[in-house]
């Protein structure tokens, strides 16, 4: 049993996101569910403990009462079997904002990545905001080097624009010209896309929270606000 993918903008923890997490949360068994937290992008500018801990706040603020922030901020810690096994305990895994080149980095080819993969099909809930969100696609764009990446590959012939509200979609011209095929997911912030309808994983979803989903096909951009739903067939 496959379970669920969230995509998350960015400013995670904060207003009307609160709506795709409470839903990730019911699909991951309801409040008791075991929920991880995943900083590792957030470990470049030495604030995983921090950010975990933010985590952890908000996700009991939503009434969960079994989250925890594991100390993956490595590859050492990646592969760490201790903290791979609470991974695949979990039915809640989120991985935070920061640095998606690190985050893909440290997960490719992991223990950990392993980890998540199994839990996933065994029904769990995998989540990511911003940095987290844009491995799950095929690519990834590293602003830092100007440069388009592999990333894990969940999504494919896809690409994420987080923030898009922001400046997400300031890339979009520039993914358009160099990924013409792909299809780039505008993702505003305090904003997540699941995919919780009927159709199927990764073919059916829904957004949640107080902006967008842009969709842009060829250069051509189709929105969806709180509470719309859409089909696009990202597993194939």
Not at 30 to 46: E, F, M, V
Not at 140 to 169: I, Q
Not at 195 to 218: I, M
Request: net charge negative; charged share 15%.
């Amino acid at each position: 049993m496959t379970g669920y993918l969230l995509l998350e903008g960015g400013a995670e923890f904060r207003g009307l996101i609160s709506r795709a997490d409470l839903q990730a949360i019911q699909l991951a068994g309801g409040p008791d569910a075991p929920i991880t937290i995943i900083p590792t992008a957030a470990a470049p500018r030495n604030d995983a403990i921090n950010a975990g801990n933010n985590g952890i706040r908000w996700f009991q603020n939503l009434g969960a009462t079994r989250v925890e922030s594991l100390p993956l901020v490595d590859k050492v810690s990646a592969n760490d079997p201790n903290i791979a096994a609470s991974i695949r305990q979990s039915r809640l895994i989120y991985m935070l904002g920061g640095s998606a080149a690190y985050l893909c980095d440290t997960l490719r080819d992991s223990a950990s990545w392993q980890a998540m993969l199994a839990a996933y099909e065994s029904g769990a809930v995998l989540a990511g905001s911003s940095a987290g969100a844009m491995i799950l696609c095929q690519y990834y764009y590293d602003p830092g080097k100007a440069r388009f990446l592999e990333g894990l590959g969940l999504l494919l012939n896809s690409l994420v624009l987080p923030h898009h509200n922001t400046f997400g979609a300031g890339w979009a011209r520039l993914m358009t010209v160099n990924l013409p095929d792909a299809v780039l997911i505008g993702i505003d912030e305090r904003t997540g896309m699941l995919d919780d309808g009927e159709g199927g994983r990764r073919t059916s979803w829904h957004v949640y929270g107080q902006g967008a989903v842009t969709l842009y096909r060829h250069g051509e951009p189709t929105g969806y606000g709180d509470g719309e739903g859409f089909e696009y067939n990202f597993a194939v």
